[in-house]
């Protein structure tokens, strides 16, 4: 996994929308970027809901929120719709900035183990350099503790 400290490489990949987004858009500005394992799931939605009823406390700060799962963009596009998420949602099937941050990771459920995306947070300074890494990130208290971080 990134850690604190790291300047992370530029990447590019697509929203719900099919538009390409690279990080360097977003240079000389605070990013957060919040790894999620499945769109319309209990704790991802959840999740999902508390950044977008915290988005305005973003958005005055000049904050960027940066979802990303393995879903396909159409699947995004659902998510977004039904549940009026106001920040970007990217697409990384192909799991590469999804194996880059190093959250694919192993999982147990029910005594089988399988591959997974860890949810995980981390949040960039104007230079793109990793200053919080928030490992296994609440999903009701994710979006308030990285707001109580960067105050």
């Known amino acids: 996994m990134l850690e604190v400290g790291v300047k992370v490489k530029d990447f590019s990949l697509i929203d719900a929308y099919g538009k390409m987004h690279h990080l360097s858009d977003y240079q000389g500005k605070k990013i957060v970027i919040y790894f999620y394992p499945k769109d319309d799931t209990p704790g991802c939605t959840k999740q999902a809901c508390a950044f977008r009823d915290a988005y305005d406390r973003f958005k005055s700060n000049d904050i960027i929120v940066i979802g990303i799962s393995k879903d396909s963009p159409k699947s995004h596009e659902k998510f977004i719709k039904k549940y009026d998420l106001p920040f970007i949602i990217l697409s990384d099937e192909k799991l590469e900035v999804i194996e880059y941050f190093g959250v694919y990771i192993e999982k147990s459920m029910y ?20 200053t919080h890494v928030f490992e296994k990130a609440s999903p009701s208290e994710n979006a308030d503790d990285i707001l109580k971080v960067l105050k």
């Open 111 to 130: 005594s089988k183990k399988y591959m997974g995306v860890s949810r995980s947070t981390f949040v960039l300074n104007e230079s793109g350099v990793i």
